[in-house]
């Protein structure tokens, strides 16, 4: 009440008499006598009087209130630990509803799919009975054309980096979160290289988050729903990002500059990193302290230039999950065996100048990428089918091999490591879509896989150093990253 005003008394309720008539012998300032502790159970006192005179007090005072307080106090840490359980609790609780809404799009996505094959199921059926003799051969390796007439529009321009040297870039899936490496905006308070985080669902960007000494060479996302973010830089570490609170939680020590890096998509307790002098280093998270295998190069010992997993599936061409490692001298596909054992396969590439090789998992096709030569004067992207074949009837053992299916030029231009895209078509008609930046014309050129043609042209204001396809809320979008600036395209 507001007559009545109580002692700060931490974790205690206080009993106050006070007189509102004139004439009283209590004393305001000693109103306060007498507290019993809620937490203790115990009485305790306030003021130098005895039982007695309180007793005296309270009775001569003709009418007596008596109020009852409470009084809470919380010490600094306690009051930063609660803030900081809530800001977590509200963090996940945002995070669980965004995920909730993109598995809800995906289901009904995956309805809608099923719906069409059974129809073209049944419309197939239909024409078969009616034409018994009719068929169709298919060649190996050969990739269906898209009919479609959609192209590739411009939504958004994201400034990441006035200073340059963005490198590349990498999409989350389960946070719709599109991260691009970049130097500290900070580099006097905050010296090293990070990652801005850009959020695909609003197209708005995000804080930059520290994580490397020196330049990042790769980043990628696992199929974890945790949203850990694989990075490699040349300041011979490899490290995971909780992109949940923005924080490095693991750090491993290669002994060398790491060039590239990957996931396993079979065994999301796995990661690789690919060194300066071509090996792989495998770690199993569960191992905090060093790697748990190395893979030594057969061959020429190249920086890793590249490196994708390909996991296990049900395809005619290849059915075996492994690694697909790429350096500036050739490609190995090490096949994985029973007890994380490894075998390596050498494919059989031109001799020099390969960049960038990039997997299209669905359909067991790569691309490789080869810098100019004297006998080639451009730049060349070779599509690729991976495929198998026994050593012998009875053995189980294979040989994996790659077979070149397309070739697609671009400018005569290469003087910089650029990533390249083989990805599906957006319209989801079983076409495949090949996307590769053009240093001399400072653009992306975008083709169809099936058909070999230019289908557009995305123009830039410096060269192309990453492109990234993504799917967000059944919306195609297609990322192209030069050194200052990414420019998302949206398919429409």
Known sequence: ???????????????????????????????????????????????????????????????????????????????????????????????????????????????????????????????????????????????????????????????????????????CDSLSCLVVSQPSPQSTFIPGCGVKMMSVANLKSSQYIPIHSKQIRGLAFGSRADGLLLSAALDNTLK??????????QTYNT????????????????????????????????????????????????PMVSLSYLPRMASASLP????????????????????????????????????????????????ATYRPSKSNPCVRCVLMELTCTPLTEASEDVVCSSNPVQTFSAGPTCKLLTKNAIFQSPEEDGSIFVCAGDEASNSAMLWDAGSGSLLQKLQADLPVLDICPMEVNQTHLLATLTEKAVKLYKWQ
């Open 1 to 171: 009440r507001p007559a009545c005003q109580s002692l700060p008394l931490p974790g205690s309720g206080c009993f106050v008499a006070r007189s509102h008539e004139q004439g009283t012998n209590v004393d305001p300032d000693t109103s306060i006598l007498f507290a019993h502790s809620l937490e203790l159970g115990t009485s305790l006192w306030f003021c130098p009087l005895h039982l007695e005179e309180l007793q005296r007090s309270i009775s001569a005072i003709p009418s007596p209130e008596v109020c009852f307080f409470f009084s809470v106090s919380l010490s600094s840490s306690s009051l930063e630990k609660e803030q900081k359980l809530r800001r977590q609790a509200e963090l996940e609780s945002a995070q669980s509803r965004l995920q909730l809404q993109v598995l809800t799009d995906e289901c009904s996505k995956l309805r809608k799919q099923v719906q069409e094959l059974k129809a073209l199921v049944a419309q197939h059926n239909v024409s078969a009975s009616k034409q018994p003799g009719n068929s169709r051969t298919c060649f190996p390796g050969s990739l269906p054309s898209s009919q479609s007439q959609r192209k590739y529009h411009l939504e958004k321009v994201f400034v990441v980096s006035q200073a340059g040297n963005c490198r590349v870039m990498a999409y």
């Open 240 to 249: 995971l990002t909780s992109l949940a609170t923005n924080t490095v939680v």
């Open 255 to 302: 002994g060398r500059p790491v060039w590239s890096c990957c996931w396993c998509l079979d065994d999301t307790n796995y990661i690789y990193a690919g060194l300066v002098n071509g090996s792989i280093m495998i770690y199993d998270l569960r191992d905090t302290n060093s790697h748990v295998q190395e893979l030594v190069p057969q061959k020429s010992r190249c």
């Open 320 to 367: 075996y999950g492994g690694i697909l490692a790429g350096t500036l001298e050739g490609a190995c596909f090490w096949e994985q065996k029973a007890g994380n054992s490894y075998r390596p396969h050498h494919l059989l590439l031109e001799p020099g100048g390969c960049i960038d090789i990039q997997t299209e998992s669905t359909t067991r096709h790569c691309l």
